[in-house]
């Protein structure tokens, strides 16, 4: 990226005085811009279908103003008619709706230390010509199809490259600006036996390009394909399910939206009301960390500037906490804790995770199956996102393998598994040491006990 002739963390402070003139300081107002580039390669069957490069940038404005809030966002870094802008977004506030609960932060030092920022940019982007990348894929595409003789065909892999900087500057005296980059890769592969045919798929995410593990990503396509290869139905009734790393994250995700402060404060999470109490199994402490070196999700500062910090929010199954933002925090009479999202120059912050994860247990994951005389070890899910968060029903359809003896037998494929969030939770039992991140959420191998399965 050409170095600019402006740094983005000046160009935010400056944008930020002429609104304030242009306000006559009346108003409280929250400058957020951002600048990125990327380079994504897609090829299908193994031949180029498209090599792209964009870049994109934009301001977000919000103000404040007796409890009210008005936002407004742009394309470009062109500080041209800003104060015209401003004007345009305060005159809008006297027609909304007024929730004292809304603030800006004030400023306050980061916790993450130096080291951190290192972990989270690579020079090497943006320098390897496409064609070396493609060159790398069809590594890849070669070394999935010697994997496993039951792979037929390769139906598409691709490479992402990612690089950009964003800065923050608010009328309270907040100033902060980071730049990040990441990568990743995808493949998904055809396996055939018998007239049967499965489709198999992995992918990838690091900051840096080293960390992309190809072979590994070649060697799990392969296997999720053959591994469904001959699958059976499976017996009606209550079954112990395990889930595999890959298929988690979903399950992770959920309930990272359950612990957003927002969601229970308007009643929409079954966890609204539950701090200190037991909702998990006691194998389940659920951690989410802002500052993990080379976390996809890492950060110094949340997307209200506010100082990120590591987070335990259910501990041996305890509720501990949720994810808060400077206006649930306020409303909760509580201190932020670093939570604020915020996808975009576009979009206004709000509570989210991190590098959210199920910390790993000490058995092995082979030793967890060993343990398990009637189960089925679920690598692939459908439908984890429509259960309902409020009353925690779900019903959910799984592809796998069944577990019978301990061992796994034959695979599975069109199971249901339905039940409550509230029994799965406290039905985990089991969590294995295989800790594995898939972009922001992570998990090793987990067991539930007694779901219905059908």
Known sequence: MPAPVLSLQAFAAETLEKVRKALDGAIEAEVYVERYEDRSIELRAGEPHGVE?????GLGLRLLKDGRAAFASRGGLDAEDIEEWAKAAARSLEFLDKEESRCFLRPAAARGGETLPATLWDDSLFTSPSQEMIERLHDMESAAKGGDPAVAKILRSGYG?????????????????????????GLSVLASRGGEIQVGSASSYARKRKALDFDRLASDAAFRAAALLGARKLPAGPRAVLLDPWVAGEFLGLVSDLLAADNVQKGKSLFAGRLGSQVAGRAVTLVDDPLRPGGLASSLYDGEGCPSRTKTMIENGVLKDYFYDAQTARKDGKDSNGSAGRSSYKSLPAPAATNFYLAPGRSSREEIIAGTPKGILVLDVMGMHMADTV?????????????????????????????????LLQGIDAVASDLTFYGSMGAPTFRIAGLSVA
């Open 391 to 423: 009353s925690g029903e779900f019903s959910i359809g799984v592809s796998g393998l069944a577990v019978e003896g301990g061992k796994p037998a034959h695979p599975v494929q069109e199971a249901m598994i339905a039940g409550n969030l509230r029994d």
């Open 53 to 57: 490069e964009s870049r994109s940038a």
């Open 161 to 185: 490259e990612m690089r950009g900087e964003s800065a923050l500057a608010n009328s309270l005296g907040v100033f902060v600006s980071e730049r990040d980059a990441s990568v990743s890769a």
